[in-house]
């Protein structure tokens, strides 16, 4: 546990100015590592491994039949003992915690660079925007439900929690590694963004999650109908592609003032007493009411 490389993880693990200088994130256990690589599709560069030792002769095989992890020439592997697997991955109890890698941070670009970049996978039609929300578990959801519901891509405004804390990163399931991100710093530079060069429509299509405001139910009927009487497509799988921009605000706060008041807000009817929904549970509904199959 005193080795430099398991201290070097450690504090990867465990500070995000570590990990953004670095540009490396920790993953803890071989289920969310398959789940970042599953789609065959995602490059990660693998940079180490650390794998939990077994009582035989060697280290024990997490990837069976197909699984495989492809490393670079750089990439290193070690036997890490039960107490070593148990400081890297930061818990009390390490059962079950059969793997610990280091993977190459994705490139996160600011709202602007991101809406300009004409090699981005898809064209940017679904976006859900994170505006302060601060709880591991609730950013960590929020993208599997985002990914989940189809939306392109999913942007982080300040004080948003890391996607690449750890507590993220077992929420997300390692969303973070395939869906595309962006940041933005200020109201001014996500207005720019979204609306210039994103061409999202002000209180049209940039929707803001709020206590009061028109029934999602609505708002997501009449995007769907405008967006049905604007193409020409016989197709019905356009339908899919209705242009919004959801955002939700932060668990205490909610969205910050300069953007709620430029956006169009929409609320969930809830004919029961209570007043509001945890965010990740607010905005699961959402993207479910956005999204038209």
Same mark, same amino acid.
């Given at each position: 546990?005193e ?6 993880l450690?504090?990867?693990?465990t500070s995000?100015?570590?990990r953004?200088e670095?540009r490396s ?5 071989s289920t969310v590592l398959?789940e970042?690589l599953?789609?065959g599709?995602?490059k =990660?560069?693998? @940079? ?6 077994? %009582? +035989?002769?060697?280290? *024990?095989?997490?990837? $069976?039949?197909?699984d495989k992890?492809f490393?670079s020439s750089?990439s290193?592997?070690?036997?890490a003992?039960?107490k =070593?697997m148990? @400081?890297?991955?930061?818990v009390?109890?390490? %059962? +079950?915690?059969?793997? *610990?890698?280091?993977l $190459?941070m994705?490139e996160?670009r600011t709202v602007s660079?991101?809406?300009k970049?004409?090699n981005t ?7 859900l925007?994170?505006?302060g929300?601060? %709880?591991?578990?609730?950013?960590g959801?929020l993208l599997r439900t985002?990914e989940?519901?189809?939306?392109d ?10 996607p690449?804390?750890d507590k993220?990163?077992?929420?997300s399931?390692g969303?973070?590694f ?5 940041t933005?710093?200020t109201?001014e ?6 609306v210039?060069d994103?061409k999202f429509e ?5 929707l803001a ?7 999602c ?5 009449e995007?769907n109908n405008?967006n049905?009487n ?7 799988d356009y ?6 921009c ?7 706060q909610?969205?910050?003032k300069e953007?709620?008041s430029s956006?169009?807000a ?5 004919p029961?007493v209570?007043?509001?929904l945890?965010?990740a549970?607010a905005?699961?509904i959402l993207?479910?009411?956005l999204?038209?199959?």
């Amino acid at each position: 546990v005193e080795n430099a490389n398991v201290k070097r993880l450690v504090k990867l693990r465990t500070s995000k100015a570590f990990r953004d200088e670095e540009r490396s994130v920790v993953v803890v256990g071989s289920t969310v590592l398959k789940e970042i690589l599953r789609d065959g599709k995602t490059k =990660v560069n693998v @940079k180490s491994v650390y794998a939990l030792e077994d %009582d +035989g002769d060697g280290r *024990v095989d997490v990837f $069976e039949n197909d699984d495989k992890v492809f490393f670079s020439s750089s990439s290193s592997s070690y036997g890490a003992t039960a107490k =070593v697997m148990k @400081k890297l991955a930061g818990v009390e109890n390490a %059962d +079950g915690i059969d793997l *610990v890698a280091e993977l $190459e941070m994705p490139e996160i670009r600011t709202v602007s660079e991101f809406m300009k970049r004409k090699n981005t996978r898809s064209k940017i039609d679904k976006v859900l925007c994170m505006d302060g929300v601060q %709880d591991p578990g609730n950013v960590g959801t929020l993208l599997r439900t985002a990914e989940a519901f189809g939306f392109d891509a999913v942007g982080l405004g300040p004080r948003t929690c890391d996607p690449f804390n750890d507590k993220c990163m077992r929420s997300s399931k390692g969303t973070a590694f395939r869906m595309q991100m962006f940041t933005w710093k200020t109201s001014e530079e996500f207005f720019e963004g979204i609306v210039n060069d994103g061409k999202f429509e002000l209180k049209e299509n940039v929707l803001a999650a709020m206590l009061s405001g028109e029934s999602c139910v609505d708002v997501s009927r009449e995007l769907n109908n405008n967006n049905n009487n604007n193409n020409n497509s016989d197709s019905n799988d356009y339908r899919s592609h209705t242009k919004v921009c959801l955002v939700l605000g932060s668990e205490g706060q909610g969205v910050s003032k300069e953007i709620a008041s430029s956006t169009r807000a929409v609320t969930i009817p809830t004919p029961g007493v209570t007043e509001s929904l945890n965010v990740a549970v607010a905005g699961g509904i959402l993207m479910s009411s956005l999204t038209i199959r």
